[in-house]
């Protein structure tokens, strides 16, 4: 192990422990082995970063070959914002599907399982869950990532989340403080701003920050956005109002405050990255996101030297850049006792859970029996399954997505008996989301209706979408699946068409379902990931 540096490169070490840098590449490059040996703290890893469960254990443990301690950060928050499977979708359902099935118990095991495999392959810090109300469904860049728009419901759950994914042994990070929901810009672009008085963001936006601090999170999240009944000169990222005076003084929270990424443009094209990242250590963040997009060495280097800089000018306290790291370093050292702990406590449930049948396959079947029941029977069914036990380990994804189904069936639905032709209506996805994951049916009604044929049409003339899908499917039965078609006119227009033309047409909605259900047979998923197109499709399938 690299020897740090001591002395009178305190100050510096102090400005590198507080980043969390990204890098490109599925290998540490020696620049970044190079500054975890000066005092660098921190890795935060995207998708770029990931081939497999393999070879992202190997790359921890080159990290650690260099620093034993470091923090091994990661965006996995499951559902339609996935790292682990970026090429391939999610084995979890996200939060909007685990507040629709509101069992404080599978989000749990949910957050758990994925804890489990990121703590597998060496990451030991998660920045999820998102904690933020989606009052504004609307909203372009939260959406599905919430538990709902209902505030007791996202602060159960919440809790859940945490208390599920820090007891594998990987500290939470509850995002994004002090609530996106209400927000109808994406951050990444500009500057979201939230313009309602104090007592609505106390009663509804900061609930579910209140869990997450009781239920132990150790890292919490800052949002890039102003929010003028707090603090309306600075976004909360930069003001001292909201991440010291209401985060830590008012609510009492004295764990981790890492910043979202400060190459979003709600900071970057406003204030820069060097100012932006002196000014939120000031206001009191303590560890500085950076590498989404920025992710070399001259990045790092950047950032150091403004810390540094603005010490030595007077413009930031050197107690307070002390202070900051000092917070990375302690939540190194409980990712180290955590991760022992989870260890022990897996080695010593090995012995009994051998000897126990699996229920998870039992409760799977039993969920997707449930699903496939009230399908048959018509009607509306939300929760389905919900009587069903919740599984465990590896099962526990689907079984959470097939819970979270809600299907409505018309009077003349028509089970599907051959191959259909899958329509997917295309939003543009935001960045957290990314293009890169697959989404929807098709792949999976392909696996249980070989002969499955698809196609994608984007947004622009819905009429025109439409028409092509209708020419293309011949005389198929149409699967149309939509992503928030409550957001996207081209979609609703589309679907119009395509009803008209041929009402035995089946609507899968995989965003927020907000259009009243329409179809022969509607399933509203309330997430893009691939298990959630596992569920629908075993639904449309008869399965």
């Known amino acids: 192990m690299t020897t740090l540096a001591s002395g009178s490169a305190t100050l510096t070490r102090d400005a590198l422990t507080v980043l969390q840098p990204g890098f490109t590449g599925t290998s540490a490059p020696d620049w970044l082995l190079r500054r975890l040996g000066e005092g660098l703290a921190s890795v935060g890893l995207f998708g770029r970063n990931i081939a497999s469960p393999t070879q992202l254990g190997r790359l921890t443990a080159q990290l650690r070959a260099e620093r034993d301690d470091v923090l091994v950060a990661i965006d996995e928050e499951g559902g339609d914002v996935t790292r682990l499977e970026v090429r391939t979708g999610s084995s979890f359902p996200g939060n909007h599907a685990l507040g629709a099935v509101d069992d404080v118990t599978l989000t749990r095991e949910v957050a758990f399982e994925l804890g489990r495999r990121l703590a597998e392959c060496g990451v030991n810090l998660n920045w999820a869950p998102s904690a933020d109300v989606n009052s504004n469904p609307g909203n372009p860049v939260i959406g599905v990532r919430s ?7 996202v602060a159960r759950h919440t809790a859940a989340y945490v208390t599920g994914l820090q007891a594998a042994g990987v500290a939470a990070c509850t995002k994004h403080f002090p609530g996106h929901g209400d ?57 001292r109002r909201i991440l010291t005076g209401l985060l830590r003084e008012e609510l009492g929270y004295q764990g981790l405050i890492v910043t979202d990424g400060m190459e ?56 307070r850049l002390a202070d900051a790291a000092e917070r990375v370093r302690a939540l190194a050292r409980w990712t ?30 039993a969920s997707a029996s449930a699903s496939a029941s ?12 919900a009587g069903a036990g919740t599984g465990a380990g590896h099962d526990v994804g689907l079984v959470a997505a097939r819970r979270a189904l809600t299907v409505t069936r018309s009077e003349a639905y028509e089970p599907v008996s051959e191959p259909p032709y899958v329509a997917a209506l295309t939003p543009v996805a935001n960045i957290a989301v990314g293009d890169e994951t697959p989404w929807g049916v098709a792949a999976e009604l392909a696996r249980l209706l070989p002969g499955t044929e698809t196609g994608s049409f984007a947004g ?41 033309a041929r009402p035995d047409t089946i609507v899968v909605e995989m965003g927020v379902p907000q259009a009243t259900p329409r179809g022969a047979l509607h399933i509203a998923t309330h997430g893009a990931a691939r298990v959630c197109g596992r569920a629908a499709a075993e639904i449309i399938a008869g399965h």
């Open 147 to 153: 538990f709902g728009a209902d505030t007791d419901l």
């Open 183 to 239: 927000t109808a810009v994406d951050s990444h672009h500009a500057l979201p701003r939230i313009d309602v008085d104090g007592s609505v963001l106390h009663a509804r936006e900061l609930a579910p920050f209140r869990a997450a601090i009781a239920a132990g999170s150790r890292a919490v999240m800052s949002a890039h956005i102003l929010v003028p009944a707090l603090d309306p000169d600075r976004p909360a990222t930069l003001s």
């Open 264 to 319: 979003m443009q709600a900071i970057a094209g406003t204030y820069g990255i060097e100012r932006g990242s002196v000014l939120a250590i000031a206001a009191g963040a303590d560890a500085i996101c950076v590498g989404g997009g920025l992710a070399d060495d001259e990045t790092v280097r950047r950032l150091r030297d403004a810390l540094v800089s603005a010490v030595r000018s007077g413009e930031l306290a050197e107690e």
């Open 336 to 365: 180290v006792a955590a991760s022992a702990s989870a260890q022990a406590s897996a080695s010593a449930s090995v012995a009994v859970s051998a000897s126990i049948p699996d229920a998870a396959s039992a409760s799977a079947s």
């Open 374 to 385: 009230a399908s048959a029977s018509g009607g509306v069914s939300t929760g389905l399954g």
């Open 460 to 500: 622009g003339d819905g009429e025109d979408a439409a028409v092509a899908a209708l020419t293309a499917a011949g005389d198929r039965r149409i699967v149309a699946v939509v992503r928030d078609e409550h957001r996207h006119a081209w979609m609703a227009s589309a679907l119009d068409t395509l009803l008209a």
